[in-house]
């Protein structure tokens, strides 16, 4: 097999979901464009609905087609497509996908090679992962993967629980849990930016840093997933893991080696050292907001307590706001404050770590003390570095005017760098592991955000909604920061 180029079925559970037309039906079309990956592969998508062959067809054809520019092309790529009909309880089901599975298999010559790729409700994780173990689709002469997507479980007790469904099933080595904040090119640059530079390491720890802010805003609100929401609120959907996985890798220890065993064993020191918060500590450390109506641009939008499939009484936090701190020699004393929200003034995902002071002052910006250096990493939408620094004004005075380094990444690569989702399905064909989260990663983070949300489930925020759509969240985030002598760039 040739590694870079690797071959294989993929099962799509959830085929006719919206993950799978939005994100894995055009990112497996790229990888096919692009040729990194073999022709001799077949995807099988699997949902309840009864559809045809062909009606599946013009479904992947319609979802990649703002991505096409070759018909022909996109033709003989949906002909590798086939559907079955699925009911996730039922042996028949397994036994024809097996059958399906092992045809295929002999016609694209996939040398026994399947992935599981599961992109629906989580509920049926676990009994899928067991059926396919015990209706032998796990058997077979190739290698076996199973692709989960979060939520992986709701707290450290049920992702447990799920777990051990699965790893019945898989070995640890075979299940590629996605974050798909992993696969986004910026995201993976933090540690070449952090360990390829000797002009940063030396000063990335509590010596030079004296905090980071890690911004993840977005303007959309919760759309259609209210059910899903109302169950999980910003803290299970975006801190236990995308905030979460962005400070291992901001404060990590370089690892020895660049393998995903590594990488990952230095991402878990880092998750094993954040100060776990008490219960009564939780108001100290952490905020949380839901929107109201408010303005986006010109467009007047919704309330959370008004979306669909809320409860006009909701408790549920679209918004938070945290402080970290990871108790070890390079971070002792270093603030990691952490935002993400809904329905907020801008999309943007932004790392700043901030400089400390120099020792003495001797210049002035308009009267005011020199700004301190930031080194802002972009994340999206805009993706690159600025390095923000102070140097002399032009003219007699000696006086300083901030300045920016910039380096943009889009204006190198062109706009089109890979999607996460697109690196992240060709890593799990490859076999890398690297960009995937281990259990002992998951399990760290549950532990660490469970705290916090046993307090928030069991208390009414009776000040709800608390920031109006349109701003950039609750005063008492600002307030947090402000108690330190901080205040959030902007992003
Ligand atoms: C997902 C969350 O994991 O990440 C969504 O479930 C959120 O609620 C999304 O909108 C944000 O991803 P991105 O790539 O747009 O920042």
């Known amino acids: ?45 699997v949902a309840r609905r009864p559809l045809s062959n062909e009606e599946f067809r013009a479904n992947v054809t319609s979802s990649v087609s703002g991505t096409a520019n070759d018909e022909v092309d996109v033709e003989e790529f949906s002909s590798h497509f086939f559907y079955q009909p699925f009911d996730v309880t ?49 058997e077979t002469d190739g290698w076996k993967r199973l692709v989960i997507e979060k939520p992986f479980g709701r707290s450290l007790p049920s992702a447990k629980e799920l777990n051990e469904q699965i790893r019945e099933a898989f070995h640890e080595s075979e299940i590629y849990r996605i974050d798909h904040y992993l696969g986004k090119e910026m995201v993976q640059n933090i540690e070449v930016i952090r360990f390829a530079n ?30 899903y929401y109302e169950n999980s609120g910003a803290l299970r959907d975006m801190v236990q893991n995308h905030m979460l996985q962005m400070v291992a ?16 064993s230095e991402k878990v020191k880092v998750l094993r050292a954040i100060r776990q918060i008490e219960q009564s500590e939780v108001g100290d450390y952490f905020v949380r907001g839901q929107y109201s109506s408010g303005d986006i641009g010109e467009t007047r939008v919704p309330g959370y307590r008004e979306e669909n499939s809320v409860d006009p009484d ?44 120099i020792p003495m002052n001797l210049y002035y910006n308009r009267g005011e003390k020199v700004d301190p250096n930031l080194l802002v990493i972009n994340i999206q939408p805009d993706e690159g570095i600025t390095l923000h620094l102070n140097a002399k004004k032009s003219g007699k005075d000696i006086t300083t005017t901030p300045i920016k380094l910039n380096y943009t990444n889009n204006c190198f690569d062109g706009f089109n760098t890979p999607e996460a989702y697109e690196r992240l399905i060709y890593d799990a064909m490859r076999g890398d592991m690297t960009n995937f989260t281990h259990w ?36 008492k985030a600002d307030e947090m920061l402000h108690r330190d002598g901080f205040h959030w760039w902007p992003v």
């Open 198 to 227: 000797a002009l940063f390491e030396p000063l990335w720890n509590n010596r030079y840093i004296s905090n980071i802010q890690i911004t993840s805003s977005e303007v959309l609100g919760v759309e259609d997933r209210g059910r």
């Open 440 to 475: 002992d990663e998951v399990a760290l983070s549950w532990n660490f955000v469970d705290e916090v949300s046993k307090v928030w489930e069991s208390t009414k925020a009776e000040e709800f909604p608390n920031y109006e759509a349109g701003s950039m969240g609750p005063k």
């Open 90 to 138: 039922s042996s028949d089901s397994y036994q024809q996908l097996k059958d399906l599975l092992g045809s295929l298999d002999d016609t694209y010559v996939t040398n026994g090679n399947r992935i599981f790729y599961l992109a629906m409700a989580p509920e049926f994780f676990g009994t899928i992962a067991s059926n396919l173990k015990a209706e032998g689709l796990t």
């Open 249 to 264: 890798l901001l404060a990590m220890e370089p690892p020895i080696k660049l393998n995903p065993e590594e990488i990952r």
């Open 314 to 357: 909701s408790n549920t936090e679209t918004f938070v706001a945290g402080k970290i701190l990871i108790d070890n020699f390079r971070w002792a004393g270093v603030p990691i404050y952490i935002r993400t929200g809904k329905r907020m003034s801008t999309k943007s995902t932004k790392v700043v770590v901030q400089f400390k002071d």
């Open 1 to 45: 097999m040739n590694k870079d180029n690797p071959t294989s079925l993929i099962v799509i559970f959830g085929a006719t979901g919206d993950l799978a037309k939005r994100k894995l039906y055009p990112s497996i079309y790229r990888l096919y464009k692009n040729g990194s990956i073999s022709k001799n592969f077949a995807v099988v998508g």
